[in-house]
């Protein structure tokens, strides 16, 4: 079975400053993907960042990068230069055709 | 271009109803994928749909069934109503299961069980 976990309810980083939300993982698949979702209060999901997981190299989208450390099934999201629109909801996922999502990770971005 | 659509926004039943949700895909997409999101969880799978066919079935109970149309929208049933079936629904759609994989999710309905 697939299991996600996200161990930080709640995080809270000041404006301008970097955070980093944590994720670990557990599959049996051999090529799989691992996704960062982000879920504002208006509750639309919207893709943060993706990673293919034969892909050595760490994903980045901007302000937002990786840290994919396989062999510790480990994905953790860095977001860099923490905006007031950053404030959310992040959940992690991995899947194929079906997603299994962790519990999420509430972050609060202070001014 | 129109994101993934769902209506209603938002249903209120009793216990023992039944109620279906609809969901359009964004166009060009033949794969819908059904979430229940319950408050403070993240979302969990419920069904996958490609060219009207099920290919996937999470771990709910047989109240729960969806279908998809020739034009690729899909509707999730849910029939018998439980106070536990209080959920955001949320619709995902893709190009197909097997490419890129990434899923579109759309606003989501949120049920309310009296």
């Known amino acids: 079975a697939q299991t996600v976990t996200q161990s930080q309810p709640e995080m809270s980083v000041q404006e301008a400053e970097t955070v980093t939300l944590s994720c670990t993982y557990d599959?049996?698949?051999?090529?799989?993907?691992l996704f960062w979702y982000k879920q504002p209060p208006s509750r639309q999901m919207i893709l943060v960042i993706r990673?293919?997981?034969?892909?050595?190299q760490n994903a980045t989208e901007n302000r937002f990068s990786v840290n994919f450390q396989k062999a510790a099934k480990s994905f953790s999201l860095k977001i860099s230069d923490s905006q007031l629109g950053d404030a959310a909801m992040y959940f992690c996922?991995?899947?194929?055709?079906?997603?299994?999502f962790g519990t999420g990770t509430r972050l609060k971005v202070l001014a | 271009d129109a994101g993934v659509t769902q209506s209603p926004t938002h249903l209120i039943k009793t216990r023992g109803q039944h109620v279906t949700l609809r969901c359009s895909p964004i166009?060009?997409?033949?794969?819908v994928s059904w979430y229940q999101q319950v408050l403070g969880q993240g979302p969990q799978f419920i069904f996958q749909?490609?060219?009207?066919?099920?290919?996937g079935r999470g771990n709910f109970p047989d109240r729960f069934s969806a279908r998809q149309f020739p034009n690729y929208s899909s509707e999730l049933n849910v029939n018998a109503l439980l106070l536990g079936d209080s959920a955001l629904y949320l619709c995902?759609?893709?190009?197909?299961?097997?490419?890129?994989?990434?899923?579109?999710f759309g606003p989501g309905t949120r049920l309310t069980v009296l």
């Open positions: 995902a759609s893709s190009l197909d299961p097997f490419s890129d994989n990434e899923q579109f």
């Open positions: 599959t049996s698949e051999s090529d799989y993907y």
């Open positions: 990673q293919e997981a034969y892909k050595q």
């Open positions: 996922a991995t899947g194929t055709y079906k997603y299994i």
């Open positions: 166009s060009g997409h033949k794969s």
């Open positions: 749909y490609y060219e009207k066919e099920e290919r």
